[in-house]
């Protein structure tokens, strides 16, 4: 019976907390599996998928970077994504289009902040994974420790398959507990010399392996039956049952080792290739076109369907990085794009190697690949077959939090600085740049502090343009306090001919169901007796989303609502579609007006890591910050405070933290919402 080549096939991404080890591991994939011959260091500057000089030279994942190895007659397309906030979408729109994951966590640290949000994000996509706890061989180690905030954080049902031979510096390999066997790594050897559980570990990997095998038989059936039969399960019923627990979410296997030692990284491969699916194993595809909802199976032959999930605008060509789900893409085939509803040309396919591509023939399902020749599609494009149109779900877009004014120092560099800037947005769509109607400076806002400096950073490198940027800024939103009910806003306008005529009632009130960070906002319609017929009550609607955008105390864009329309008039001749949106506009404008409203600032989590005698003085900072701390922890000799602090008030915070704690002092910040400004502080 032949095999379908689909199953040696794993998309993966690797996902953590910045500086778990995510490069490492990668950099260690690439090495084991004979892709690279050298291993790539981080604080060299020499990995493979860190290849962009920012990265090198601030140490940390920026961009997410796409590679292909093989293992074990499988096929591995990897996507090293970044461990930093402010650059969470190039994470989601890696998750869009991974059928697996493996989340890598530090051995002492456990869980952190980061770690939480990556682990949501593949929640979201419902992507399987597989956990793999690094640096073992770090001092404060403790796999028990790591799993247990795992499970107290995470809340997923872990499944450890593997105990660690040996503590911190001493760590020198695992014992395998489906099958019962060591594997030990030797100082300076490549790989793993496998032999019999040692006499001291007995009893410990027996209890270890009894604890696996009842975890797993409580959640699976067919190893439920077994172990009742026979009160064990055989290797290959605790490995079959694991893939399938891994695959449908319920359980998550546990490994450990330390990847910058290379210790552990084969039998992480081994589990891959196991546990997690292939494209097959994932459901198919799902798409609409003309309003229908369609599936496209991970088939060669069946019509082409692939989502663009990143693009690099370089000055030399675009290269658009496509998952194919279905069909076969060709070199010279001309793809539908489905949102743009135009031809494009492939002009090249390449197989990527993070900045080193392989050219190929051709890309079919399941693949994960580069295409050179597109001229208009963009991070969430559908390209399908021209005879077949599907149109993807596009992964969604974070709304910037933080903004900069940058202009270039020589006016005749304005016209490139702004080519320079559309094609940034281009290739990161959690950049927007707009123009301020007041200052008339160009705005560039983005997702953190650092992303923004990124940002600038390239413009100047790569395009050899010296930019003003000013103090950054935050985005604040407004929302209704306390509203109005019975608002009466009458639009009426004669200049001869046919005129406007709209009459509304409107009620305005918080919307209690919303935290202020997204579109809070609800419209609906009280009025009985077709007094406002349906079309004009879509216009009023229209309109008052139209008002949203700017705000009475600021001009700030409005969230948390909920708006009635309870009465209106509508005339024989004059009244509109047009006029009825234009009632909703200025009617919600001045009800907004009539009512008490709060100012609300973005706030983020901060988790802060401080030596012990450091840990006064951070108070009182993020105390003089308006922070509000809400845990204390001590891990590893190290003091771990998690406060919640106004964005705004961060500005800086790096360089004050460092300076307070001799530099020894880290700490990162997730976003959490929006809350209200305090009276004082927005009268400044």
């Given at each position: 019976m032949r095999t379908d080549p689909l199953t040696t096939v794993r998309n993966l991404g690797i996902l953590a907390h910045v500086d778990a080890g995510k490069t490492t591991v990668t950099e260690r994939i690439l090495y084991t599996t004979g892709t690279t011959h050298k291993r790539g260091e981080v604080h060299d500057g020499t990995t493979v998928t860190d290849f962009d000089p920012q990265e090198r030279d601030r140490g940390i994942t920026i961009f997410a970077a796409a590679v292909s190895c093989a293992w074990a007659g499988h096929r591995i397309n990897l996507i090293d994504t970044p461990g930093h906030v402010d650059f969470a979408d190039e994470v989601e729109r890696s998750l869009?289009?991974?059928?697996?994951?493996?989340?890598?966590?530090?051995?002492?640290?456990?869980?952190?902040?980061?770690?939480?949000?990556?682990?949501?994000?593949?929640?979201?996509?419902?992507?399987?994974?597989?956990?793999?706890?690094?640096?073992?061989?770090?001092?404060?180690?403790?796999?028990?420790?790591?799993?247990?905030?795992?499970?107290?954080?995470?809340?997923?049902?872990?499944?450890?398959?593997?105990?660690?031979?040996?503590?911190?510096?001493?760590?020198?390999?695992?014992?395998?507990?489906?099958?019962?066997?060591?594997?030990?790594?030797?100082?300076?050897?490549?790989?793993?010399?496998?032999?019999?559980?040692?006499e001291a570990l007995r009893e410990e990997a027996a209890r270890r392996r009894r604890l696996l095998e009842e975890a797993v038989a409580e959640r699976h059936p067919a190893a439920l039956e077994e172990f009742c039969d026979r009160e064990t399960l055989t290797a290959a019923t605790l490995t079959d049952a694991l893939r399938d627990l891994t695959r449908t979410g319920d359980g998550v296997v546990v490994l450990c080792g330390s990847a910058y030692r290379n210790r552990g990284v084969e039998p992480l491969l081994d589990a891959v290739v196991a546990y997690l699916p292939s494209p097959l194993d994932v459901p198919a595809v799902r798409g609409t076109h003309d309003g229908t909802e369609q599936e496209r199976p991970a088939d060669p032959a069946a019509p082409m369907a692939a989502l663009a999930f990143k693009v690099n605008a370089t000055p030399t060509g675009r290269l658009t990085y496509l998952r194919v789900y279905s069909g076969t893409i060709e070199k010279g085939d001309t793809v539908w794009d489905a949102g743009t509803r135009r031809g494009e040309r492939v002009g090249r396919i390449l197989r990527v190697r993070a900045d080193r591509h392989d050219p190929l023939e051709r890309a079919v399902a399941g693949d994960i690949v580069a295409v050179v020749g597109l001229k208009s599609a963009r991070a969430g494009s559908t390209l399908c077959a021209p005879g077949a149109p599907l149109l993807l779900e596009p992964p969604g877009v974070p709304e910037p939090v933080v903004h900069v004014a940058v202009e270039a120092r020589r006016a005749t560099d304005t016209d490139r600085l702004a080519s320079a800037l559309a094609r940034l947005t281009e290739e990161d769509p959690s950049l927007a740049v707009r123009t301020d109607p007041e200052t008339g400076q160009t705005v560039l806002s983005g997702m953190g502090e650092l992303h923004l400096e990124v940002a600038v950073e390239r413009v100047r490198r790569e395009h050899g343009l010296e930019v003003a940027v000013g103090r950054p800024g935050v985005a604040y939103r407004e929302t209704v306090g306390e509203g109005v009910t019975?608002?009466?806003?009458?639009?009426?306008?004669?200049?001869?001919?046919?005129?406007?005529?709209?009459?509304?009632?409107?009620?305005?009130?918080?919307?209690?169901?919303?935290?202020?960070?997204?579109?809070?906002?609800?419209?609906?319609?009280?009025?009985?007796?077709?007094?406002?017929?349906?079309?004009?009550?879509?216009?009023?609607?229209?309109?008052?989303?139209?008002?949203?955008?700017?705000?009475?105390?600021?001009?700030?864009?409005?969230?948390?609502?909920?708006?009635?329309?309870?009465?209106?008039?509508?005339?024989?001749?004059?009244?509109?579609?047009?006029?009825?949106?234009?009632?909703?506009?200025?009617?919600?404008?001045?009800?907004?007006?009539?009512?008490?409203?709060?100012?609300?600032?973005?706030?983020?989590?901060?988790?802060?890591?401080?030596?012990?005698?450091?840990?006064?003085?951070?108070?009182?900072?993020?105390?003089?910050?308006?922070?509000?701390?809400?845990?204390?922890?001590?891990?590893?000799?190290?003091?771990?405070?998690?406060?919640?602090?106004?964005?705004?008030?961060?500005?800086?915070?790096?360089?004050?933290?460092?300076?307070?704690?001799?530099?020894?002092?880290?700490?990162?910040?997730?976003?959490?919402?929006?809350?209200?400004?305090p009276a004082a502080t927005a009268a400044r």
């Open positions: 869009r289009v991974l059928d697996g994951a493996v989340a890598v966590f530090d051995a002492v640290a456990g869980v952190e902040p980061q770690s939480e949000s990556v682990w949501r994000q593949a929640d979201r996509h419902g992507v399987p994974r597989i956990a793999f706890v690094n640096k073992m061989d770090r001092a404060g180690a403790d796999l028990d420790t790591a799993v247990a905030s795992i499970r107290e954080r995470l809340h997923p049902v872990p499944l450890v398959v593997q105990l660690p031979i040996g503590t911190e510096d001493g760590f020198t390999g695992v014992v395998d507990l489906p099958r019962m066997r060591a594997l030990v790594w030797a100082d300076g050897a490549d790989g793993a010399e496998e032999g019999p559980v040692p019975g608002f009466v806003h009458r639009h009426v306008k004669q200049d001869g001919g046919a005129g406007q005529f709209a009459h509304v009632v409107l009620d305005v009130e918080p919307w209690e169901r919303d935290t202020g960070g997204g579109d809070g906002f609800v419209f609906r319609s009280t009025v009985v007796g077709g007094r406002v017929p349906q079309e004009y009550v879509r216009a009023v609607e229209a309109g008052c989303r139209d008002a949203l955008a700017e705000g009475p105390l600021g001009g700030h864009p409005v969230t948390g609502l909920r708006v009635t329309l309870t009465d209106g008039q509508t005339h024989v001749k004059d009244s509109s579609d047009t006029a009825f949106r234009t009632a909703g506009r200025f009617g919600l404008r001045d009800a907004l007006r009539a009512s008490e409203m709060v100012l609300l600032e973005p706030v983020v989590e901060v988790t802060v890591t401080v030596p012990e005698d450091g840990l006064g003085g951070v108070l009182g900072d993020l105390a003089a910050r308006r922070g509000r701390v809400t845990g204390s922890d001590t891990r590893g000799g190290a003091a771990v405070v998690t406060a919640t602090v106004p964005l705004a008030e961060l500005f800086g915070y790096a360089t004050r933290l460092r300076s307070r704690t001799q530099g020894r002092g880290t700490f990162t910040a997730r976003p959490t919402g929006y809350a209200p400004v």
